[in-house]
C-alpha cells in the first residue's frame, strides 16, 4: 500500500496567465517532460489497466461507490489493473475493490487546493501538477474506460476519450458510462448532435449505457481479448527501473 503523501503547496497555477519571460517558459516546458517521464517510469511496468473515472465527493456508504468498488474486484477478477485519479470517491472505491481482491491498484494523483487527497487502498502512486499530464498517463495505459457519475471533471476525461475515438486515435477500446438516469440527459444531448451531424453515430458504437455491473463486463471483455498486446517489458538496472 502507497503511503506517501504530496503536501498541496499553497501557490496558484500561473502557467497559462499569458506570455511569461523565457526562463520561465523553458523550466515550465522541463517541468512538464519531467513529469511525463516519472509517470511513464511509474506506470511501465504495470498493467494491463482499465481506468475508472468518476466524483470525488461519493461516500462510502453511497451506490455509485458500492459499484465502484465491485468494478475494481471484477477487473482484477480479470486480471488487469485499476488505474483511478487516486483521490477519494469513486477513485478511492475501484482502488479499494481491486486492492482488496488482490489485484493491482494504481493511483495517478493531482496536486489541488481541495478535495483532492491520496487515497489509502494505491500499491503505485504518482502524483501531477498539471491535469493534461495525468490525463494523457489516465488514457496511455488503458485498454478500457469505465466512466462513472462525475463533474466537470470526469466529464472532461469522458470526452477527450470520445475525441481520441473519433480521430481513431484510439481504437476499439470500449467505454462504459454507468448510471442510466445520471447520464440520460449526456445522451440525450450527444444523439442530438448525431442528427445534427456534427458528430457520426458511429463514434458511440463502444460506448455502453448501462446498470449493470455484468453486462459492463461482457462489453469490456468483447473487446479486451482481441486489444491486449502488450510485448514483455525488462527492466534495465542501468535506469535504475524496477518492475
Request: contains cysteine; hydrophobic residues 40%.
Amino acid at each position: 500500500m502507497a503511503t506517501t503523501k504530496r503536501i498541496i503547496p499553497a501557490r496558484k497555477h500561473v502557467y497559462l496567465e499569458g506570455p511569461k519571460s523565457r526562463s520561465y517558459e523553458l523550466k515550465f516546458v522541463f517541468k512538464v517532460c519531467w513529469q511525463f517521464i516519472n509517470g511513464f517510469r511509474v506506470l511501465h511496468f504495470s498493467g494491463p489497466c482499465i481506468t475508472v473515472f468518476g466524483s470525488a465527493r461519493f461516500k462510502e456508504d453511497h451506490i455509485y461507490y458500492k459499484a465502484a468498488r465491485e468494478f475494481g474486484k471484477q477487473i482484477a477478477q480479470l486480471g488487469f489493473s485499476t488505474i483511478t485519479g487516486g483521490g477519494p470517491g469513486i477513485m478511492e472505491a475501484a482502488n479499494r475493490g481491486a486492492f482488496e481482491s488482490g489485484g493491482e491498484s494504481i493511483g495517478c494523483n493531482i496536486v489541488l487546493p481541495h478535495e483532492q487527497q491520496e487515497n489509502p487502498y494505491v500499491h503505485k502512486s504518482v502524483t501531477f501538477d498539471y491535469f493534461f499530464v495525468r490525463k494523457t498517463i489516465l488514457i496511455k495505459y488503458s485498454y478500457a474506460f469505465i466512466i462513472m457519475p462525475g463533474g466537470f471533471g470526469t466529464m472532461d476525461e469522458f470526452y477527450e476519450i470520445l475525441t481520441l475515438i473519433q480521430t481513431r486515435t484510439v481504437t476499439q477500446f470500449p467505454v462504459v458510462l454507468y448510471g442510466k438516469s445520471y447520464f440520460k440527459t449526456l445522451m440525450d444531448n450527444i444523439n442530438f448532435m448525431a442528427e445534427q451531424g456534427t458528430i457520426s453515430k458511429e463514434d458511440m458504437n463502444l460506448v455502453l449505457l448501462t446498470d449493470d455491473i455484468d453486462e459492463a463486463i461482457v462489453h469490456i471483455q468483447k473487446y479486451i481479448t482481441t486489444n491486449y498486446k502488450v510485448k514483455k517489458r525488462v527492466p534495465f538496472w542501468w535506469l535504475l527501473e524496477k518492475r
